[in-house]
Structures are given as C-alpha cells and as structure tokens.
C-alpha cells in the first residue's frame, strides 16, 4: 500500500477491528497482572516465613510488566511489539507456579489455557507455541516438585495425560491458526486486487483520479505543489477515427511521452476520458510556465501508430496550492478552470490559474445557479425588436430577444447567461417558455392592431435535440391559436452544422408544418453554402459584422452585395441587421434586400412600445421609431 493511502479512511475494518481487539486483550493482560502483582507481594510479604529473597522480584515484575503492557495497548502503531510484551507473562509463569506448588499451583496451571486463548484471538503463532512451553513447564515442575501429599491426588499420569492434552489442543490450535492465516492472506491478496481495481487506470498502469487526489492531500502536508490537468483534444472524434483498441494505445504513447519528460518530482495519473493528471513539487516558480510548454511541444509531434502518423492537439491548466487552495478539490475545480480557459483561447494552450479567471468562472457558476433557482414569470421578460420591409417601410415582423433582471445581480447579458443556459441545459425549459410568452404576447398585439404579424424566435441546437421538440412547438401554436406561417425559428450555422440527421430531419418537419426557417449570422460560421445544401430555408440574416460601414467599406459591399444576390438566386428573404445609421439604411435600398432591423429603426422594446409603434400612419412609423431609437428603452 502506498504511504498517501494509509490513512484513516483506507485503513480496513478488518484491520481496525483486530487492532482494537489487540489492545483489549493488552488491557486484560496488563490489568491482571498489575493486580496479581499486588496481591501476589502483599501475600509474599505476609507470609515472610515461606518466602525466599529470590522470589521478591516476581511480584515487582508482575507490576512492571502490567503496567509496559497497558501503556503498550494504547500506543498507536504498536501493534508488531504487542504480541512480544504480551509474551513476556509466559516467562513469569513457572516462577509463579514454583511459590504456590504446596497449596495451589494445580489450579493455576490452568491458566496457560487463558493463554491458549490469548494466542488463537491474537492469531499468534508464537505466543501459541509459548503457551505450549510455559504449560510444559509449569506441569513438568509440578511433577518433580510437588510435596508428597499433593502426589497422592495427582500421579505423575495424571499430569502426563494433561501434557497430552495440551499438546493435542495446541496441534489443533496451529492448525487453526495456519488456516486463518491462509484464509487471511488470500483475503489481502483479493484486497490488494480491489485496491488495485480502485485506485489504478486497468490500460494504463498508472494512478487514477481518486488515487491523485489522495497523494495530493498527503503531500500538501508538507509541501506546495503545482497541480495541472492536461486534455486531448476532439478526443470523442480521435476515438470514432481509431476505435477502442487503437485508442488505448495512442493513449499508452502520450502516456510514455508524460512520463519521459517528467521530472523526477511529478507524480502522473490517468483522469476521466482522455485528461491526465500531474502534481508536480519541489519546483522553481520561474520555470513552471516553461517547463509545461516543454512537455506540450514533446507531446504535439506525430505519433506513429500501426503505420500512420496522427497529429494530436492538447491544452493545459494550472493551479498552485496556496493562492489557488489547500486541498486536492480546491486545486482540481481552479486546475479545471484554467483548462476550459485555455480551450476557448485554442489549441495547445497552456493557462495558470489567476484570481481574475476564478472571479469570472465563480460568476458563471453563481450564474449558473441562479438558472435554475429563477422565477420565468417575475425574473424574465421578453423585448422585441421590429423588422421592417424596405419595400413599403412598413413593419412587417418582430425579433423576440429575452432580458434577465435578477434580483441580486440586476440586468445580465443574454450574452453570458444564454451561453451558461445552452452548457447546464437550462435553455430547454427557458427557450420553451420564450417561445409560449412570445407566441401569446404577440398574437395579443396582432388581434389589437387586426393584421397578422410575424414572430421570429432563436432556438438552440440543445433544444432541437429533445425528444418531442417538434411536437412541442406545434402544441404551443395550437394552444395559443398561432399560425404556423407566422412563427420564424432563427438557426446559427454552427447548430445547423453540428447537428446530426435526425435533428435536421426535425427542421423539415417543422417546415412542413408550415413554419419558416432562418439563419442567423449567416456567412460566419463553417460553410454557408453547405448549410442551404444539408436544409431547406427562408431566410436568411447578414450579420452587423458585415453591415457596419457597409456605404463606404468596399470589402463588406462586396460580401452583402454577393450574399444578396445569393438569396435573390435561392428565392429566400434576405435581411440586414445591425443598421446603426442612415447611410447604412440607403446603401441597403439599393440592394436586392428584402427587410432590415437594427438601432436605426428601433431598439428591443416591450410589446406595449411596440404597439404604440404600429398604432401611427403607416407612413409616420419609420420616422417615429427612428426618433425613439435613440432613447433608452427597457432591455
């Protein structure tokens, strides 16, 4: 067992227990002989007559001997001299049996069977066989000792019969005691299997994660540590390319290569999926930046594996013990932290822990929280933004964005808090309640103006991968009596992209249902033109990335002046957002683009803003919302 696991959890029950049993007999020994050597002097000293100047001492050994063997039972990490002061008694016991040989020294022969015992509970061997000889010897001294009288009710037979006995009982015990211990050690080599099984990786042969943080806690005793957690990139898609086996041992070589570049003062072990683990002492501070980078770029070169060279890509992150924490949780969860820092920054990357990046992460955490314990009806609310046709400046639609305002933190980002939703799976209930506040608040707004207005509404590619997605949304419609044709489900690229067949296949369900489908941001994600081959659409959104400067950026005119033509080509809508200001707006006029949104025209508003919007003259709304764009509206 290594040292770092011996300690008060690991220790077996079965360990314990005969530890503690261990102790008790040490009490039952001490204590009896600490009395007995009482009595046995002030009986000596009142029966002066018959004692001899050498037998004094045995009562003063008898006391000393007590007292060794209670002051032993006690002792933590005592328990391989226990057995050898208990021995001891056995050697004071003929001397015993030598005083009382005229008056009772038959009866307390029978002592050496509390011996016996003693031995078979303690599964002592020695003290077994010490047993043995001390019961020889007692009854060989009363045989030769013994006054005339005693003779006469025990012969010489009589005490050769109890040798016998003893002898058979003794056999037996050894015999039981070599079967326990054979049972025992069995029962330790299955314990150390288990150990083994528990605390090391089966493939790799090293350390698992309950194992390092066990030896981090031992050695943060007494030394600062640098914990960090290095991770194979896209390993779910290493492992679909390779497979189990070829997985494994491209795994074994990155494992190799850790170890090669080590120091001598690192400890590895294996994580979960494709992490390893290193705590690394004795080290300089000013080298540790340095030396992580060195095993990053020994371990980024090309791995030969069964003939093929594979490029692999890690990131790692750091914490040091002290300013980042004492304990193998603290230093894991700021190790962990540093980690997805350093995979959002990109590919082999190396970040330290920092008080800046824990504030952060401990925000998102206290965000993330916060998810989950929030009231949808009191703490949200839904803000829409107006889509106007250029055509007929008319407003012909509504964008609908959520607006958190938490009663500790106050307003929150939808750009931090819908990130924090889609990763803890909060975005399911949240964006299925966005959808019914919108669809009913909305429709609302339609029967009060009397002309049907379109609702778009960004679904997550999280809530597409529920089971009964589509089903869910046509019941929303049909609860609140909103027409499908009506309703505009915005998809980024990146979800129509990673989305799997199936999910696809739930977009052209929903299409047929009537429903249009848009894409947001479209022309920065991975491929645009390989989305509208995968998914049919309507519409597609060019993104203020492309719109800002548009009327004097030669650059972004080309890329709108193509994305629209693109659209014109496809027969889906186009529209621009992010119009800020008026040249935008005119350049937009000359193109093939249908509809516009933006600050220009109108900031997100709550839909009794809106409502006072459409109530004006058809030819008054652009003018007055452009006017409002400018002051503060609730977000």
């Not at 296949?505 to 489908?517: F, M, S, V, Y």
Request: with cysteine; glycine share 6%.
């Amino acid at each position: 067992m290594t040292l770092h696991r011996e300690n008060d959890n690991y220790i077996s029950k079965t360990e314990s227990l005969k530890t503690k049993f261990s102790g008790r007999i040490g009490d039952a020994i001490g204590w009896g002989n600490l009395v007995g050597g009482i009595l046995f002097g002030t009986y000596m000293l009142l029966d002066l007559q018959k004692t001899t100047f050498l037998e004094y001492p045995v009562p003063f050994a008898m006391i000393l001997l007590g007292l060794l063997s209670l002051w032993v039972s006690k002792q933590r990490g005592s328990e391989t001299v226990r057995p050898h002061v208990y021995l001891l008694n056995y050697m004071l016991f003929p001397l015993i049996l030598l005083y009382f040989i005229e008056d009772a020294a038959t009866t307390i022969w029978s002592l050496t069977f509390l011996y016996l015992l003693m031995a078979m509970a303690l599964q002592s061997r020695k003290m077994l066989l010490n047993s043995f000889i001390s019961s020889m010897v007692g009854l060989s001294i009363l045989m030769v000792t013994a006054p005339e009288q005693l003779t006469v009710l025990l012969g010489i037979e009589d005490h050769i019969i109890r040798m016998i006995l003893f002898s058979i009982a003794g056999i037996i015990g050894l015999i039981v005691l070599y079967s326990i211990k054979d049972k025992e050690k069995m029962l330790f080599h299955y314990i150390h299997k288990a150990e083994e099984t528990a605390y090391l990786d089966p493939f790799l042969k090293i350390p698992n994660r309950f194992d390092f943080n066990l030896y981090v806690d031992h050695k943060l005793k007494s030394s600062q540590l640098l914990l960090w957690k290095l991770e194979l990139n896209q390993f779910q898609s290493v492992y679909d390319v390779l497979g189990h086996k070829r997985t494994d041992e491209l795994l074994l070589m990155v494992k190799q290569r850790l170890e090669a570049k080590m120091s001598g003062d690192t400890y590895l072990a294996k994580g979960e999926g494709s992490t390893f683990l290193g705590a690394t002492s004795n080290f300089e501070a000013g080298e540790l930046d340095s030396n992580l980078k060195q095993i990053l770029r020994y371990l980024v070169a090309p791995y030969d594996l069964f003939g093929h060279d594979y490029q692999l890509n890690f990131n790692i992150g750091a914490a040091l013990s002290g300013p980042d924490g004492d304990s193998s949780d603290e230093l894991m969860r700021h190790a962990q932290f540093a980690l997805d820092q350093a995979k959002l920054d990109g590919i082999n990357q190396i970040v330290f822990s920092s008080d800046k990046l824990k504030s952060s992460t401990m925000n998102q955490v206290q965000i993330s929280e916060a998810l989950y314990q929030a009231n949808l009806d009191s703490e949200f609310h839904v803000v829409y933004q107006p889509q106007i046709e250029l055509k007929t400046n008319q407003i012909v639609g509504v964008e609908a964005l959520i607006r958190w305002n938490h009663p500790q933190m106050g307003m929150i980002s939808p750009g931090v808090f819908i990130d924090i939703a889609e990763k803890n799976g909060f975005i399911v209930p949240l964006g299925k309640w966005i959808l019914e506040k919108a669809c009913w608040e909305v429709q609302m707004l339609s029967d009060s103006i009397g002309r049907p207005l379109k609702l778009a509404v960004n679904v997550s590619f999280i809530q597409i991968r529920q089971d009964g997605f589509v089903e869910e949304v046509l019941q929303i419609l049909k609860k609140i009596g909103f027409q499908p044709d009506r309703l505009e489900i915005e998809l980024t690229e990146r979800s129509l992209f990673e989305n799997r067949p199936e999910d696809l296949a739930k977009i052209d369900a929903l299409r047929t249902k009537g429903i249009r489908i848009a894409i947001d941001d479209f022309g920065t994600g991975y491929s645009s033109f390989g989305i509208l081959a995968k998914v049919q659409v309507d519409k597609i959104k060019v993104p203020r990335d492309f719109i800002e400067n548009v009327d004097s950026n030669q650059n972004s005119q080309r890329i709108v002046t193509t994305i629209a033509s693109m659209a014109d080509r496809f027969q889906l809508t186009c529209l621009a957002e992010g119009i800020e200001r008026l040249e935008e707006s005119n350049f937009l006029h000359q193109l093939i683009c249908q509809e516009v949104q933006g600050y220009y025209y109108a900031k997100p508003a709550v839909i009794n803003q809106v409502e006072k919007w459409l109530s004006n003259p058809r030819e008054k709304i652009i003018s007055t919302i452009s006017s409002e764009a400018a002051d503060p509206v609730p977000e």
